[in-house]
């Protein structure tokens, strides 16, 4: 598919219509899944571990059944005994046996806040009373906190049929270690061998969570003809719906999930927590309805963060600033089941240089920490962080800028990665350009202990498979119909693309996010695929609909349906001409109503590219980093709506900054979580953040009908390679652990040199 | 018929069995087809590549650098390149 290459000519796309849900959504009309309230609806709580890892001796929920205005307690054995199996659901992988082990423990509890039972009563407040009266009998096991620690031969098992997968080998003894996988190019030594200078270096960080200010929750009506309807804040309906089938054994056609908006996910809410938990309390409860809602600490303590990790990166450049060599071992967090981001940290880690001569390691590692989830980008910012350390720090060793030792080292296209594929279009090196000429950067840095850092970061992005499906009005606007959970502006995003098509202003498009039954298959929201591939669906459904017209002005004009012709939502034949409009109110004249659909699974989706700049000033008494000026500048295919591009840009700035400075799961020596509200959990708020800068650089991308390429991940891989080298500029330390807080910079200042 | 000669990337971890080859062009119009002819040349290699008749589900195929949908039965052309790499997830 060419990409039209003259932007100029848009006329919707690149512009800023009113956001299509704004309205519902600053005056709080927007329904969100707390916001469900339904007839005889009960309410559900869940009663979770105190243990971060012990087997569950005995569990006697007598008590809490007889408690007044309780109607259901479930423990695991209310669920089906699943078989281990790999599910594919969509982009992600699902071991249902452990899937469903994590959302109600069996035998073992696997960390803090591991949920054992849930209960269904009348009110919030009799299901907590009832918790207390469940009794659980743990025999408590030694907790495993530390990746490497994990690893080593004679630490406790976590998973008694874990066994580590080597590509399709499978080891034949238990173990921590879930995958092994190495990716190769060249020869290393050789290499290092050419080398002037080598730097090599390990890198610590900590499990942190994506923070979605809305916590999970689930409402669910079990009917007695076995059909059930969830309503639910998820990134994905159809994921819920497949998740659920798998783990409570029913078919999906059994199924109707409603998404309700999401008050954020991140990769948080693509795996199910509480689903599951409200059928079948539903179910035991005589076909009541029942909501389940988190509080912010079951979130920390028990829904999806991302892998902590342990890095070492050693690369090598000769006198004229080539890379000769690059070397990478990555260990991840899986937490408490298989599953961490290891394979695609070790896709990140070196992908914006030609390296001739690589070698890539990394393990998956469980451990008594929740089990991890997808965040935004999920192991990219592990990744650079470390490699973007070890940049730096040979452009220094070359006496290089920083910016001209990546300018000279950038992929570009036909370059190979280590894994041996080769890249096709991308737009790293005009980041790299852009940010050179960037104002920020030509604007000279001054004053005690601050400092200027700069890195790079990279996502594969996604395509999946999306759906979408319109109706002509006949007022001239046009009902949309799509799958795709908005999150960050997408209904308008893809309205806007429909009308680009049909020529038609957008504000004419009214775009409705579908439930399960009412729409086809549409993956989730993420691997920021939604205004790539839903956005797809819906330019192929516009041209649909546009031959459809075709054929209902060639009926009107009595001509033959070749004779008509489309342009700029105009229909033409000789000298008839109807806009868009027009004919849509003839539609009755000609044969009733129109509709068009489409389902999609593109390939064509492009990988992105960001550079960040940052400045700092270090406090060296208190440790305390001030981010003084920020700018990011990414690669975006073609800006459908340029504000919510520099939007999603600036939200993953300010993750990558909490990520960099403050986060962090703190727990003690029994592996119980400490900071679990976010008054403790230190997210960034405004006052920590200046105004961050975008440059959007539109390399348009060839796989797309209008260039589109995701945008909404690649933003959070830089800032904290960025803001540690920063730092080194300002106090002349290297950081190398995450978060840089004042405690660990203050120290970091003790021990320096 | 003439045969198509994509090139396979052999996925590090398994260049043990194929005497350290990095990659292979074999004689194959599909990826099912490439995978025939590597087990052929590398006995065993089929097994830590498919579960029955399918590619691992925690192996992603990718022809000339997409992610094949298709997987085994994805077509493949003269200059198709084939890699096989653990799948990732986005957020």
């Known amino acids: 598919m060419a990409t039209l290459d003259k932007p100029s000519e848009y006329k919707v796309i690149g512009t800023s219509p009113l956001r299509h849900d704004g309205v519902d959504k600053v005056t709080g009309r927007a329904a969100y899944g707390a916001d469900i309230r339904l007839p005889g609806m009960l309410y559900g709580a869940v009663l979770r571990s105190p243990h971060a890892h012990a087997r569950i001796i005995s569990m006697d929920t007598s008590e809490a059944e007889k408690l007044h205005g309780v109607h259901a307690v479930i423990t695991a054995k209310d669920f089906p005994d699943l078989e281990s199996r790999i599910v594919e659901l969509g982009e992600g992988l699902v071991n249902r046996k452990y899937q469903s082990n994590n959302i109600l423990a069996r035998d073992k509890v696997l960390y803090f806040g591991h949920a054992v039972a849930a209960v269904a009563a009348t009110s919030l407040h009799i299901a907590k009373e009832a918790l207390d009266l469940i009794r659980v009998e743990y025999e408590a096991l030694d907790p495993v906190m530390d990746v490497r620690k994990a690893m080593e031969a004679g630490s406790p098992i976590l998973l008694d049929d874990l066994r580590t997968d080597e590509f399709g080998k499978k080891g034949e003894t238990p173990t921590n270690i879930a995958g092994h996988y190495k990716d190769a190019c060249g020869d290393i030594e050789k290499g290092f061998k050419e080398a002037k200078f080598i730097v090599e270096r390990e890198f610590v960080t900590k499990m942190v969570h994506q923070g979605y200010i809305e916590p999970q929750n689930a409402t669910a009506q079990y009917n007695p003809d076995g059909q059930v309807a969830i309503w639910c804040s998820t990134q994905g309906a159809f994921g819920v719906r497949e998740q659920v089938a798998e783990i409570l054994e029913i078919p999906i056609s059994n199924i109707r999930v409603i998404p309700m908006e999401i008050g954020g996910g991140f990769g948080g809410k693509i795996g199910v927590y509480l689903e599951p938990l409200a059928a079948l309390l539903s179910r035991k409860s005589g076909y009541r309805p029942v909501k389940l809602t988190m509080d912010r600490s079951e979130v920390l303590a028990a829904t999806g963060p991302t892998s902590g990790s342990y890095i070492k990166v050693k690369m090598g450049a000769d006198a004229n600033g080539k890379i000769t060599a690059a070397e990478a071992l990555l260990i991840y967090e899986a937490g408490a089941y298989p599953g961490s981001p290891v394979g695609a940290g070790m896709g990140v880690i070196f992908a914006p240089y030609r390296i001739e001569n690589g070698v890539i390691e990394g393990y998956d590692v469980v451990v008594n920490k929740p089990r991890t989830a997808a965040y935004r980008a999920p192991g990219g910012t592990n990744a650079a962080f470390a490699a973007e350390t070890v940049m730096d720090e040979l452009a220094e060793k070359l006496g290089m800028d920083p910016i001209e030792f990546r300018l000279l080292n950038g992929a570009q296209e036909g370059d190979r990665r280590v894994d041996g594929s080769a890249y096709k279009r991308i737009g790293y090196l005009e980041t790299l350009e852009a940010a050179k000429e960037s104002a920020h950067y030509k604007t000279p840095l001054s004053g005690p202990h601050t400092g200027r850092g700069v890195a790079s970061g990279f996502w594969f992005n996604y395509g999946g498979k999306s759906s979408a499906s319109v109706s002509v009005n006949k007022d001239g606007t046009v009902s949309l119909l799509e799958g795709s959970v908005d999150i960050g502006g997408t209904r308008t995003s893809l309205a806007m693309q429909l009308a680009e098509t049909l020529g038609i202003p957008a504000e004419d498009v009214r775009p409705v996010v579908a439930d399960t039954d009412s729409i086809g298959y549409t993956e989730g929201t993420y691997g920021s695929r939604t205004t790539f591939a839903t956005g797809w669906a819906v330019y192929e459904t516009a041209r649909d609909l546009i031959e459809k017209l075709k054929e209902r002005a060639a009926i009107l004009w009595e001509v033959e349906k070749d004779k008509v012709t489309f342009e700029s939502g105009v229909f033409s034949s000789g000298d008839k001409t109807l806009t868009f409009k027009e004919l849509a109110e003839k539609l009755d004249e000609t044969g009733g109503p129109v509709v068009a659909s489409a389902a999609v699974q593109p390939k064509g989706y492009g990988p992105g590219f960001a550079t960040h700049i940052v400045d700092v000033e270090v406090d060296p008494e208190t440790g305390k980093v001030q981010i003084l000026r920020y700018t990011a500048v990414q690669d975006v295919g073609k800006a459908i709506y340029p504000v919510y591009v520099e939007s999603q840009i600036q939200g993953g700035v300010a993750q990558g900054i909490g990520w960099a400075l403050n986060e962090e799961y703190l727990y003690d020596e029994q592996g119980r979580l400490l900071n679990t509200s976010l008054l403790d959990y230190r997210m960034p708020v405004a006052l920590d953040l200046p105004m961050i800068d975008t440059i959007l650089v539109e390399v348009a991308n060839p796989g797309h009908p209008y260039g589109v390429r995701g945008v909404g991940e690649v933003p959070i891989v830089p800032p904290p390679a960025a803001i540690a080298n920063a730092i080194y500029r300002a106090i002349g330390v290297r950081m190398t652990e995450l978060p840089m807080s004042p405690a660990r910079v203050v120290e970091a200042l003790i021990h320096k040199p | ?91």
């Not at chain 2, 350290?20 to 052929?40: F, T």
């Not at chain 2, 997409?66 to 799948?87: D, G, N, P, Y």
């Open chain 2, 1 to 91: 018929m003439t045969k198509t000669m994509p090139t396979i990337f052999i996925p590090t971890p398994l260049r043990e069995m194929t005497g350290g080859k990095a990659s292979v062009v074999v004689s194959a119009s599909s990826v099912r087809e490439a995978i025939q002819s590597l087990e052929a040349e590398f006995p065993g290699i089929r097994d830590r590549l498919c579960e029955g008749n399918h590619i691992r589900p925690n192996i992603s195929v990718f022809v000339d650098g997409q992610v094949s949908h298709l997987k085994m039965r994805e077509k493949l052309s003269e200059k198709s390149e084939v890699h096989f790499v653990i799948a990732i997830s986005g957020g």
